[in-house]
């Protein structure tokens, strides 16, 4: 199961990307958490504190890794052949909710024709993520529509584009269905966040109606969701019922791959 949550920043994209790799973990699933936005925070919703998630080393910024992986004896040639499975064995953070991190540092150029190492570093271990291996991965993307229709996005079995009721974020989350469509990736749509009442949850599903958008979730507001955010603590599962509907969207997608 390979799953790529992106939308408009701020939408919850953390959120949901840190609660479903928590709820795979406790189905049973072994996962890795991809934290694909140049400023990183997948790491909290996982259960590291702040001083843990400022150690953890992005890969792209990992000058010595991608010298030992790309370097040569000549200056200015690099190999484009390596193996990138030892990274996630090396590279890849254990964390208290039982899924494995990567941060990957910068990816906005991923797959753009850049010819750097680092890039050619982090698209190969995407790839191997996404493409060869068995583990349920979970990208949390960068905000906005960058770094679609290119890269590894492309082989996800699932894109969950999260909105709020908001205009502006429904429009971009328009936008980057619109993008996907011509994609493989077996199933693009909205996945509605902090909706509160009715008025939230028609604006969501008229929206998806007139643009043709499948909504495959909506995701209650939750105010201690909320209140964790505030405060940087971690959320009360069991009391959560924005994390028992991400549980059932989890589920949901596992069973129909
Ligand atoms: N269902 C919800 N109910 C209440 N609050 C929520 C809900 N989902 C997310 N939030 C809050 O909204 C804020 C933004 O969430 P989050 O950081 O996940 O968004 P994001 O899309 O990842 O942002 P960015 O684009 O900056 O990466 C956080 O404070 C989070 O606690
Ligand atoms: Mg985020």
Redesign the pocket.
């Known amino acids: 199961m390979k799953i790529a ?1 992106c ?12 609660s479903l790799a928590r709820c795979l973990v406790e189905s049973g699933h072994p996962v890795i958490a991809i934290d694909a ?1 140049s ?1 990183p ?2 790491a909290l ?1 996982l259960g590291l504190t702040s001083e843990e998630a400022a150690r953890i080393a992005p890969v792209a910024e990992n000058d010595a890794l991608i010298r030992l992986k790309t370097g040569t004896d000549y200056s200015g040639v690099f190999r484009l052949t390596f193996t990138v499975d030892d990274i996630i064995r090396d590279h890849a953070t254990p964390t208290p909710s039982g899924a494995h991190l990567l941060v990957m540092g910068t990816v906005r150029a991923m797959g753009s024709g850049c010819a750097c190492p680092a890039h050619s570093v982090v698209k190969a271990l995407m790839r191997h993520l996404v493409v060869e291996r068995d583990d349920a991965v979970i990208l ?1 993307m ?2 906005g529509i960058e770094h679609l229709g290119r890269g590894t996005t492309r082989h996800v079995d699932s894109l969950l584009v ?1 909105t709020d009721a908001n205009r502006k974020s429904l429009e971009v989350a328009a936008t980057i269905c619109r993008l996907a469509r011509g994609s493989d990736i077996a199933r693009v749509g909205l996945v509605g ?4 009442g009715e008025r939230h949850e028609t604006a969501i599903r008229e929206f998806a109606r007139e643009h043709g958008l499948e909504v495959i979730a909506l ?12 405060s940087g603590t971690a ?1 009360d599962e069991t009391a959560s ?2 994390f028992r ?1 991400i549980c059932n969207l989890a589920r949901d997608l596992g069973e129909r791959k």
């Open positions: 949550v939308g408009k920043g701020g939408v919850g994209k953390t959120f949901i990307a840190g936005d400023s925070n997948l919703s949390d960068e905000a999260v966040n902090r909706v509160e995701i209650p507001y939750d105010a201690g969701v909320a209140e964790a955010g505030i959320i019922t924005a509907a």
